[in-house]
């Protein structure tokens, strides 16, 4: 077929040539598209229009580009749940209050302890699969041989240079302007928060966090003595920018606020670009810190860049964590911190709290960040959370009742399922334990009782015939405690 090419959206009509092939069953999931070269040559189109109909098509989820292979048509969505709810409207502050979610985190993790594990589901990071195991082992080796003395010497005190300058390097990706000595290497993203926290807070002052709010945020609020006011936050832009402005002008005890903009914790919402811009204004205007928490933004399926929030700060507001957990290396415990107007504070305390990082791991994740090996295991990785996750989805839809919410994310791997009304969520989560099925369920994710309805589940284990018939038994658990 030769297409003519006097119009300018002759790539449309290309996709849409494949589209049809794909929709009657001509192609089917797992066919290989012809190559981008044959398109040319079968549809006299240049090479741009043939690569861009090919991007559309992998936009619009007709087709999955393999590495060196090419592309491949995919499976088809079939996820038809309705989004999850967005918060009520007026929007509603609670009080700000001191957290008890120690007590709901020990009691979540002594009931798993109680009956032995089959699947788990309940985490947020990927399974060793997901990771570029035998690369580090080979980087740490060569680290080894390259510093022999590694294990004995001091290590520097903010990070390894090598390390914290590929860091700068690759957090231009989302719009951030550092040098090797903005930034500090710290145990995880949660160390980085705990700094952050603490640089700019005193025991009962309050914090403003989402809502939903990953538990172990609201663990260090808790930890530090600190009190903690929830903002609405929709699950498809993040926080309530309009709510936070209210929490701001009514609430002077708030210090700090501390948000997740891209791929929250638990919602899988990224804030549109116009209200991080916001969001900084805002605090600034107020005075108040910033603190973004920023584990998840490289997991995104496009490999379009997300902004970090801190890239429209000007003056020092925004308090910026980042970790490898998620991305690179769940093992390492590697995070960092720039910390704006607050980072010589934030090193002094990084100093005097847990001293700093030890330099093998930080040597070899540098090396191999600062390779193009680092570029493929990131489109490797985006692309096999991109398809879990769907397949989880997949499965949710397939097996849970009607009124069952799902808001799919564009990238991460978590999925917040929010359940039709049902008697007891705690006796189903007992009861889903009991049968080895472990689940994060919703009351961890907040002080109140909102999300009691609410399952998180993680999408970055293998998608097995095992997963999947353990979802099929949460939702029979489902079914059984309908109202
Ligand atoms: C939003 C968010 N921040 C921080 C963390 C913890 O990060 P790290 O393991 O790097 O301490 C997690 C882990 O689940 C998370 O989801």
């Given at each position: 077929m030769s297409l003519p090419d006097d119009t300018q959206l002759l790539y449309l009509r290309l996709a849409s040539h494949y589209q049809g092939a794909i929709e009657s069953g001509s192609l089917t999931p797992g066919d290989r598209m012809p190559s981008v070269r044959s398109l040319t040559r079968l549809h006299k189109v240049s090479l741009s229009t043939a690569l861009q109909a090919c991007h559309y098509l992998e936009d619009k989820g007709w087709l999955e580009a393999r590495p060196r292979s090419g592309y491949f048509v995919r499976?088809?969505?079939?996820?038809?749940l309705q989004p999850n709810s967005e918060p009520e409207q007026p929007l509603q502050l609670d009080a700000a209050q001191y957290l008890g979610i120690h007590e709901r985190v020990s009691e979540f993790i002594a009931s798993c302890e109680l009956y032995p594990l089959k699947?788990?589901?309940?985490?947020?990071f990927g399974s060793p699969?997901?990771?570029?195991t035998e690369a580090l082992k080979h980087a740490a080796t060569r680290a080894l041989r390259s510093h022999p003395e590694v294990l004995v010497e001091p290590t520097p005190w903010h990070g390894e240079s090598g390390f914290r300058a590929v860091l700068a390097r690759r957090a231009l990706d989302h719009g951030m302007r550092l040098t090797p000595d903005d930034i500090v290497v710290t145990h995880g993203c949660t160390e980085a928060v705990n700094l952050a926290l603490r640089a700019v807070t005193q025991a009962g002052d309050t914090v403003a966090v989402e809502s939903p709010c990953y538990f172990g945020l609201l663990q260090i609020v808790q930890s530090l003595g600190l009190r903690s006011i929830e903002i609405p936050t929709s699950p498809h832009t993040g926080m309530s920018i309009e709510a936070l402005e209210l929490a701001l002008q009514t609430q002077p005890s708030i210090r700090a606020v501390v948000v997740v903009p891209n791929f929250q914790n638990p919602l899988g919402s990224v804030m549109p670009d116009a209200h991080k811009e916001r969001l900084v204004a805002l605090c600034a205007e107020h005075g108040k810190a910033l603190i973004e928490d920023d584990s998840y933004s490289a997991l995104c399926d496009a490999e379009q860049s997300l902004r970090a929030v801190q890239s429209w700060d000007t003056d020092g507001t925004v308090i910026y964590c980042a970790s490898l957990h998620k991305t690179l290396a769940p093992g390492m415990r590697l995070g960092w911190i720039t910390g704006g107007r607050w980072h010589a504070r934030i090193k002094m305390l990084k100093f005097a709290q847990s001293r700093p990082n030890d330099a093998l791991s930080q040597l070899t994740v540098g090396e191999f960040m600062a390779s193009s090996a680092y570029d493929r295991h990131m489109t490797r990785l985006r692309n096999l959370l991109r398809e879990r996750r769907e397949r989880t989805a997949e499965s949710i839809a397939a097996h849970f009742p009607a009124g069952t919410r799902l808001s799919m994310p564009r990238g991460g791997m978590l999925l917040w399922v929010q359940l039709p009304p049902i008697r007891s969520p705690h006796a189903l989560f007992e009861q889903a334990l009991r049968e080895g099925i472990r689940v994060a369920p919703g009351?961890?994710?907040?002080?109140?009782?909102?999300?009691?309805n609410y399952l998180r589940i993680n999408c970055g284990i293998q998608f097995t015939a095992e997963v999947d018939a353990a979802i099929e038994r949460l939702a029979a658990l489902v079914y059984e405690q309908l109202v």
């Open positions: 499976r088809p969505r079939r996820v038809s699947t788990n589901l309940a985490q947020a699969d997901a990771y570029p009351w961890i994710f907040s002080n109140s009782s909102r999300y009691d």
